[in-house]
């Protein structure tokens, strides 16, 4: 009862603060700028009657909370502005962009996960070895790292000295992307049986994929490793030594399902970090996501794109925290028995 | 003790690299090799800036590191180490002045939503959570972009990404201390409200709140430097290290140098900052005493 209680009320906050962020959207494009009309015509070099033409669409000199709803009504018709740098509406650049991005995330994530529980658990368990001093060592460099600077790392000694790997893109040169049924290409590349594609996508997904992911990877481990070494601490897992269970049952049973808790919230955060590292990490590998289609945008003063991308990674930063704290209920029974 | 000294170890080095970089911006002038100069510019927006300038010398272009360039030179034959030193005082400034504010700003509106609670909290939570729900360097960004491309903007489109998360942080200090006997004595004796948040509230939260400002002097820089690579901070010509790595993408393949030494810069004294907050929650965090 509790659990459903709770999503549901979480649920139910999902929807002020949409409606904050796009306040915060709005207030970005259409007051913080010293000319909005001007910012949308693209900038310094943007001709008079553009401006002017832009001025009238946007109702611009129309009360500002009048323009707001003007606003709202446009993104409830999926409405962003048109790129003028793609020369098509925002939507549609960034619907096609999406899946680039995606997959990278899912694989930034595959790689920080897994490895970054994993590390923890082995840390924590060899708390003080040489090991752990090592592990612990390249975690925090780990996040010390600029992505983009790592980005460059990588690719200058795995795709120019030691060219193990592609220097950038989604496929090699002159290969045709597989049939498209998500738009995934190592997906796409199971479902029609394309080898070729499969391990080509693969091979490019690494170098970008392990770079976004280094950081998240770092953070989870030392998240994992610092709630293990609490956990093991605590008066229940001494019960459980105690009682004579085996050190590998207190471990596996006991210990990392009540560390998973605080790991599990510092994935959903860590989302974030992965979404903002895209833009960077895309614009080095030369990947066609949401991230280089943003970074493109700053540097040619697309003002639409920008704040188009930036209120689509807000709602997906939004609903992911979402999932993330609706798998904290499900997993904490604390939340189920309305004690947390 | 053996792990004690091991953590304090690591905190110690943290804290010889900060000391580094404050005496490496402070004495800028006498450690480098080349200087740049300082103009006043008018920008587009009719304000006007102030532009660093680096003497262009062609013939020196691109050179590798050697004794007398530590770290190269660039592509207009400006010496990299020079430009890392005073890139130092850039990134100082950044750092130091959006923390500031931002946990001025944060630590005003959280402490007082804390203590007082009520509406003032509620409008507080609500505004919070929408701005921490964009991540930092996407909301940094589009802020950035609307105002134009300068480190002002920058700082300030940081100040407005931060602030929040130093609201949340006080907020749950004065929650936690509010209720605690010390506080229930004070009031008996009849302190008013502002004398128990600033001479008893204040300083019990003080230690979490160093080592949150700690740790974020690195997320600070590390999302300046990646918006200055995007192109949104420093203006071109800055000896500004992430607009260096910028930079230097182009010619990375035949002078390695270029992207690797700001980089490396960046790495060390956000360590720094990361072993140093690290050292600190460790001091600070009753639950990791053994």
């Keep these: 009862m509790k659990t459903w209680e709770y999503i549901v009320r979480r649920l139910l906050l999902l929807i002020p603060v949409l409606i904050g962020v796009t306040i915060i959207t709005f207030t970005v494009s259409h007051v913080i700028p010293a000319d909005p009309a001007r910012a949308f015509a693209g900038g310094p070099k943007a001709q008079p009657e553009t401006i002017a033409r832009i001025r009238a669409e946007l109702h611009l000199d129309k009360p500002l909370w009048e323009q707001y709803f003007y606003y709202l009504n446009d993104l409830i018709h999926l409405n962003l502005g048109k790129s003028f740098l793609e020369n098509r509406p925002v939507t549609t650049a960034l619907a096609q962009y999406f899946p680039a991005t995606f997959e990278l995330t899912i694989f930034a994530m595959i790689i920080a996960v897994p490895f970054g529980i994993i590390g923890g658990i082995i840390s924590a368990i060899r708390q003080n070895k040489l090991s752990d001093h090592i592990t612990r060592i390249i975690a925090i460099v780990g996040y010390s790292l600029p992505i983009f600077w790592l980005a460059l790392m990588l690719q200058y000694v795995f795709a120019y000295q030691f060219p193990i790997f592609p220097l950038e893109g989604r496929l090699s040169a002159g290969m045709t992307s597989p049939t498209t049924f998500t738009g995934f290409y190592v997906l796409d590349s199971i479902l029609s049986g394309n080898v070729a594609t499969l391990l080509s996508s693969l091979h490019h997904l690494l170098l970008p994929a392990f770079t976004l992911g280094f950081a998240t990877l770092a953070i989870i481990l030392r998240m994992m490793r610092s709630s293990m070494l609490e956990v093991m601490g605590s008066d229940y897992i001494r019960t459980a030594r105690a009682k004579g269970l085996s050190e590998r049952t207190v471990i596996y049973k006991h210990a990392l399902r009540n560390a998973m808790i605080p790991t599990i919230t510092v994935t959903g955060l860590a989302f974030g970090g992965l979404l903002s590292g895209a833009v960077l990490t895309e614009t080095i590998f030369n990947w066609p996501g949401m991230g280089r289609f943003a970074a493109h945008a700053v540097l040619g003063l697309d003002f639409n794109a920008v704040m188009g991308f930036t209120l689509v990674v807000a709602i997906i930063y939004v609903l992911a925290n979402l999932i993330v704290d609706i798998l904290y209920a499900v997993v904490d029974p604390r939340v189920k028995l309305g004690g947390g | ?290």
């Excluded at chain 2, 402070?26 to 510019?41: D, N, R, S, W």
């Excluded at chain 2, 010496?79 to 750092?95: A, E, K």
């Design chain 2, 1 to 290: 003790m053996f792990h004690l000294f091991r953590k304090s170890l690591l905190s110690m080095i943290g804290l010889a690299i900060i000391i580094l970089l404050l005496l490496v911006a402070l004495f800028a002038p006498f450690l480098a090799k080349e200087h740049p100069t300082y103009a006043e510019v008018s920008t587009e927006q009719g304000t006007t800036q102030v532009e660093e300038r680096w003497e262009i010398h062609f013939d020196r272009k691109l050179l590798p590191p050697s004794s007398d360039h530590f770290f190269g030179t660039d592509d207009y034959g400006r010496d990299i180490f020079s430009m890392i030193v005073y890139g130092s005082q850039t990134s100082l400034r950044i750092c130091l002045l959006v923390i500031a504010i931002s946990t001025f700003i944060g630590v005003l509106l959280g402490g007082l939503a804390g203590y007082f609670g009520g509406v003032l909290d509620e409008i507080l939570m609500r505004i919070t959570d929408v701005f921490l729900s964009i991540p930092y360097l996407i909301l940094a960004l589009a802020i950035a972009a609307a105002l134009g491309r300068s480190i002002d903007h920058i700082m300030e489109a940081m100040i407005i990404t931060w602030w929040p998360t130093y609201a949340r942080l006080m907020r749950g200090q004065v929650l936690a201390l509010r209720e605690q006997q010390f506080v229930e004595a004070a009031r008996s004796v009849g302190a008013r409200n502002s004398r128990i948040l600033f001479r008893h509230i204040l300083p019990n939260s003080l230690a979490p709140l160093l080592v949150q400002i700690t740790l974020d002097l690195g997320a600070v820089l590390l999302v300046a430097a990646g918006l200055s690579f995007i192109g949104l901070g420093a203006s071109p010509g800055t000896a500004e290290w992430g607009l260096m790595i910028s930079d230097g993408r182009a010619f990375m393949f035949h002078a390695w140098w270029y992207v690797t030494f700001p980089g490396l810069a960046i790495v060390l004294v956000v360590l720094g900052f990361n072993l140093l907050g690290d050292g600190l929650r460790d001091v600070t965090d009753p639950k990791l005493r053994r």
